[in-house]
Nanobody, 123 residues
Framework: QVQPVESGGGSVQAGGSLRLSCAAS????????MGWFRQPPGKGREFVAA????????DYADSVKDRFTISRDNRKDTVYLQMNNLQPEDTAVYYC????????????????WGQGTQVTVSS
């Protein structure tokens, strides 16, 4: 029902910025919570940020708080992740996910996933 597609990844130096986009289509798109997860090389998938359309609430992982901002544009069926002051530890494949539930912090809480976009930060 919802198919997220990520874009905007790339390679930057430490301290640089990137904005990721996630376009998602679906009849009931506005009822879904949207989340960003990332998977560093050799590690599992971890929570980054999430936003709920109905309740308009947001949350962030402690590791990205005050540096990353999640936002949405419902007219475009798109969610964004603005990433500032990027550090090498942020290097990962970033995934966009959708859930009919409210904000969740674990991958199993999300039903639909994009293919991911690579973010590489060098020092």
């Amino acid at each position: 029902q919802v198919q997220p597609v990520e874009s905007g990844g790339g390679s930057v130096q430490a301290g640089g910025s990137l904005r990721l986009s996630c376009a998602a289509s679906g009849r009931l798109f506005s009822t879904y919570a949207m989340g960003w997860f990332r998977q560093p090389p050799g590690k599992g998938r971890e929570f980054v940020a999430a936003i709920g359309w109905l309740e308009r609430n947001v949350d962030y992982a402690d590791s990205v708080k005050d540096r990353f901002t999640i936002s949405r544009d419902n007219r475009k069926d798109t969610v964004y992740l603005q990433m500032n002051n990027l550090q090498p530890e942020d290097t990962a494949v970033y995934y966009c996910a959708a859930s009919p539930r409210d904000i969740g912090y674990y991958p199993w809480q999300y039903n639909y996933w994009g293919q991911g976009t690579q973010v590489t930060v060098s020092s």
